[in-house]
């Protein structure tokens, strides 16, 4: 039987399929998501959000969670990165839309789903891309400013060093369970933390090379007189 655009069968419309109906989907997950967090998350909801059956998102998604994961996607924003003329006020500004993002009830949405990741490593680094910091893009985009500008070594252009004040602020959310985190610890992060290494950090120390190992050299045998 024919599937209407609710998904229904029997009023002779044509059945939505492949990217139609996965898009359907997503933006029904993403509704409930805003509507009731990812706990008041459930695949009947769903389902008869998107005037579909469960079977068609058990096809697409294994679980709630991966589920839960795809919708929160759909609902993350680019971030423009700041532009202050300084490391420093770049640094800063970013950390505090990201703190403004955490504390919100989008940010709270993440929270849940973060704990409910658990320790499943592809599932975090999807969060983790869209955790109000869209990733390490603008990081990178504002340290290779202050590089040009002489603030920074080029050797601090990585991508794990150009987001560790973000870590850190996640730390205060994930971690220490804080609902925002004021404006004192962004600053210390940045000023105690984040400055100090990338302006430090610069090409690793020459390593002498191993000694090759030679077998012991022994005294020569001389003849007896």
Do not use: C
């Amino acid at each position: 039987m024919a599937e209407d655009a609710k998904g229904q069968p029997g009023t002779g419309q044509t059945r939505r399929r492949g990217a139609v109906l996965e898009e359907a989907i997503l933006r029904a997950a993403a509704e409930e998501l805003t509507a009731s967090g990812y706990a008041g998350l459930t695949m009947d909801k769903v389902a008869a959000r998107a005037g579909t059956n469960k079977n068609a998102l058990y096809r697409r998604w294994p679980n709630r969670l991966a589920l839960g994961i795809a919708a929160y996607r759909q609902l993350a924003t680019t971030v423009q990165p700041p532009d202050t003329g300084t490391l420093r006020g770049d640094t800063l500004e970013l950390l505090r839309l990201a703190n403004r993002n955490w504390s919100s009830p989008f940010g709270a949405i993440l929270r849940e789903l973060l704990s409910a990741a658990g320790g499943a490593a592809e599932l975090l680094g999807q969060l983790q891309d869209q955790s109000g910091d869209a990733g390490t893009a603008p990081w990178l985009t504002v340290l290779g400013r202050a590089v040009a500008r002489g603030e920074a070594a080029p050797e601090a252009l990585h991508p794990r060093v150009a987001t560790v004040a973000m870590v850190l602020l996640r730390n205060e959310f994930v971690t220490r369970g804080v609902p925002t985190a004021p404006d004192d610890v962004l600053v210390e992060i940045v000023d105690e933390v984040y400055l100090p290494l990338v302006r430090h950090r610069g090409p690793a120390p020459h390593q002498p090379a191993a000694p090759s190992a030679r077998p012991e050299s022994r005294p020569e045998a001389r003849p007896e007189p």
